[in-house]
């Protein structure tokens, strides 16, 4: 008798378990799937969600850049390469190249530390695809343009200060964890 | 189509040749009408469908870049498919190996021929139409086999050995449960089935008595078996066979075996509709035959798609069965059960009509009770889960 109640038993165990399996699987059908479709359909750009401090490529800001080299020389893996000229004439002195191998960089950040004003620094830029490694090589100075030069006394260009601001902020906030070590310097 | 040929010849449009040739052509371009402009789409636009419902089915979004929410994917990856390159093993049998596609498809498009998409909508309404297609849907497993042997593989082997096994042994509930179907029509035609049924639920053979609903679900399960089909999808087992009897297979080849599959999803759903929910039965609402048509075909081709989705639902819902768990569900389950569904239907047909009704009604009622109560499932598991709800079906 009791091979028979286990026959009925395991045919009823068969259907009542597909039956409850397929009720979950139809109620997903209702539900919002967990995919979040980057790059697009996405509420807010990925890059707005990074966090502080997030290093994606390296970005130079050639207007504030003093063209000291300090960058050039604490990079470990000499992935950046800077030229620097001067007019025979006018004695001033200006970038012929300012070129970045993303290919090569470990986004260690030490060439950020080391920048006295700020130029070179993260940003939240991580989409390095390219068709070809010469492609990855971001060349800043496209055509040759002056160093930046201190005044003293402060700047009195507006877009200067508004980004020599932005350079010792990003030295604040990124480059001295313990903060202040930018504006001690300065002084 | 033959009357338009005949006219043709007696004007004279194909300078004296021979009748035969010109029938043979004709029947040639037909089929490759017939494949590029229904088939191909049909199975294509399945397996579109298939992922898609996959993938809500486990909160995944699926294939949705590729023309409007990736409705184009299968051209995709059939212009894909074509253009890679199609490799024979140098161990594999030289003039098996790439014949094995094609005869596990003609297998699959021969069905196609009894199909009754309609009153007038069928290539050939065969007399023995219902055995007909469960013999040539058989010759799929030579295909198999054929593969499986061919690559020169164990995993192929294997996979070709346990899917003749499997189909050959399946054939038996579903052969039974046809039977079923069989005695209440008294023809093995298509049409005859359908013409011996009606529109109204309650006229279908499923809601006849209860053991024609129970043969319902032994055909639909035991035809999901005999297709491939996860839960039974043992000869393309990934986890144990690499592939199954797919393995050595590469390009279009490789393409060619699951077109089978999914353009058989459609004959199984297309089988059950059929046999069991009345085809392409419409109310009597118009006179008009073309209206009348496309109203027919749209019936049928909706009923069979249903089945289809189930197929699609299935597949995300049971996990696959292990060969002796398949062999035990068919030969100590589904045989016997077949069986007593066979003999509990001839029992019914010596009743009279009204108390059969009586209990077509009770079946009916039943069946109609346990989606309410299915639905009502669905609502308790979809409010204890807590999710984020989104009803629209595109993402």
Redesign the interface.
Known sequence: MGVVTNYIKDIQAAITSTYEGMSITFSHLMRRPMTIQYPDKIPVPIQETLPLRYRGILEVDLDICTGCLACERDCPITCITIGIDMNKETKQRYFTHFDIDVCKCMYCGLCSEACPTGAIRHSSEFEGASYNPAGLVRHFAPEPSNLYKPKKGGETEDKLIAKVDIGLKYLDEFATPDGGGAAEEKE | MQALLDQMIQEGAFAGVPKEVVYTIAMVLTAVVVLSAFVAPLAGVTSWLERR?W???????GPNRVGPQGILQWLADGIKNIMKEDIIPTAADQKLFPLAPYVVFMGFLCAFVVIPFGESLIVADLNIGILYLLSVTSLVVVGILMAGWASNNKWSLLGGMRSAAQIVSYEIPAGLSVLTVVFLAGTLSMQGIIKAQGWRPWDWFMFHNPFTFCAFFLFFTAALAEGNRTPFDIPEAESELVAGYVTEYSGMRFLFFFFAEWGNLYVIGAVVTTLFMGGWQVPPVTDNPVLLGILQFLTFFLKAYFWVFVAM??R???PRVRVDQLMGLCWK?MVP?SFICLLGTIGFMFMDTNSRRIFGAITLGFAIATIIN?FR??????RS?K?????KPH?
């Open positions: 419902v993938a809500r089915m486990q909160s995944r979004v639902w299935i995300a819902t049971l389950y059960l299915f499932r669905v609502g308790f598991q979809f889960a999710p984020e709800a989104y009803w993402i």
